[in-house]
């Protein structure tokens, strides 16, 4: 821990510090209700943020809905099926790339969902199943047209591969809103204890 006088690092069951000689024992009660008040602040944030999108959510359903499936599904799904025209049709070069692009586009739109709209891994899942869904079916509708073949796989081998593809997106954007939520929630709250004493 730190001391509040002199901010050297010292032991946490220290009770003078050995840099400034000061005495901590009159100041450790006061530095324990301090770090109590603010852990207090911090899950009183947490529980307004919840409840602001709660009320978002209820107050004007329609609007709140509307604008997670434009930000979130709808334009992520626009990257995706332009990168799938530009690799496989504009490009023709190997399925790799497009495999990467798919990966890679989801993650952000998952990361912004927890700051901006405050959406769990559980929501974030189910707007990343509507995103594979979306951007998986333009997907088959561009390369049936395109090369004249059915849009619907028509094996049990092609579905598979279908249902990984989208999966593999899905998860993408899950794994991008638990980057969210670590950076924006449990980094912040880890940072703010490591300054503060450790006493028990």
């Given at each position: 821990m730190e001391c509040p006088f002199c901010a050297e690092t010292i032991k946490d069951e220290a009770l003078v510090c050995k840099h400034c000689s000061r005495d901590l024992r009159v100041?450790?009660?006061?530095?324990?209700?301090?770090?109590?008040i603010v852990a207090e602040l911090d899950r009183l944030?947490?529980?307004l943020d919840r409840a602001g999108a709660r009320l978002q959510r209820t107050?004007?359903?329609?609007?709140?809905?509307t604008l997670l499936f434009a930000l979130y599904v709808a334009a992520p799904a626009v990257l995706l099926v332009a990168a799938h025209i530009a690799v496989t049709i504009v490009m023709n070069v190997s399925p790799l790339y497009l495999r990467l692009a798919s990966v890679i586009i989801p993650v952000p739109f998952g990361f912004l969902t927890f700051?901006?709209?405050k959406v769990g891994f559980r929501g974030a899942l189910v707007l990343g199943a509507l995103l594979a869904a979306l951007s998986v079916?333009?997907?088959?509708?561009?390369?049936g047209l395109n090369d004249?073949?059915?849009i619907l796989?028509?094996?049990?081998?092609?579905?598979?591969?279908v249902f990984e593809y989208g999966a593999s997106i899905a998860l993408a954007f899950g794994s991008g809103n638990i980057l969210g939520v670590m950076v924006f929630q449990v980094f912040?709250?880890?940072l703010s204890q490591g300054g503060k004493p450790a006493w028990s």
């Open positions: 100041v450790r009660p006061l530095l324990l209700e301090i770090q109590d944030r947490r529980d107050k004007y359903p329609v609007r709140y809905f700051p901006i709209h079916l333009c997907m088959l509708t561009v390369t004249h073949v059915p796989p028509d094996s049990s081998g092609e579905w598979r591969e912040p709250r880890i």
